[in-house]
């Protein structure tokens, strides 16, 4: 079956830190570019970022910059993304995208709560 699926997500506090995965069955990451989306209650789906086919350049949101960082292990078939100095506002569903032509995939998302 070819899918991709997003773990990690949870509730943390204000500050604190998680890791999302995004790991590939049915398909290899090679040749992919990453995206992270990211919806929150009653928002429009907004983009996180993304990183390269090989992993050496990265574009962030602005608010996630310097806060996230995007990684990928292609010889795990997976991509990650750090997500440091958690703030409520990064409260989302958030899930990854694999795209390159003539094909993509969405992840199912995972859900990120920040909150005391």
């Known amino acids: 079956q070819v899918q991709l699926m997003e773990s990690g997500g949870g509730l943390v506090q204000p500050g604190e830190s998680l890791r999302l995965s995004c790991a590939a069955s049915?398909?290899?990451?090679?040749?992919?570019?990453i995206a992270w989306f990211r919806q929150a209650p009653g928002k429009e789906r907004e983009g996180v970022g993304c990183?390269?086919?090989?992993?050496?350049?990265?574009y962030y949101l602005d608010s996630a910059r310097g806060r996230f960082t995007f990684s990928r292990d292609n010889a795990k078939n997976t991509v990650y993304l750090q997500m440091n100095s958690l703030k409520p506002e990064d409260t989302a569903v958030y899930y990854c995208y694999a795209q390159k032509w003539g094909s993509d995939y969405w992840g199912q998302g995972t859900q990120v709560t920040v909150s005391s």
């Open positions: 990183i390269s086919t090989s992993g050496w350049s990265a």
């Open positions: 049915g398909f290899t990451l090679d040749g992919y570019t």
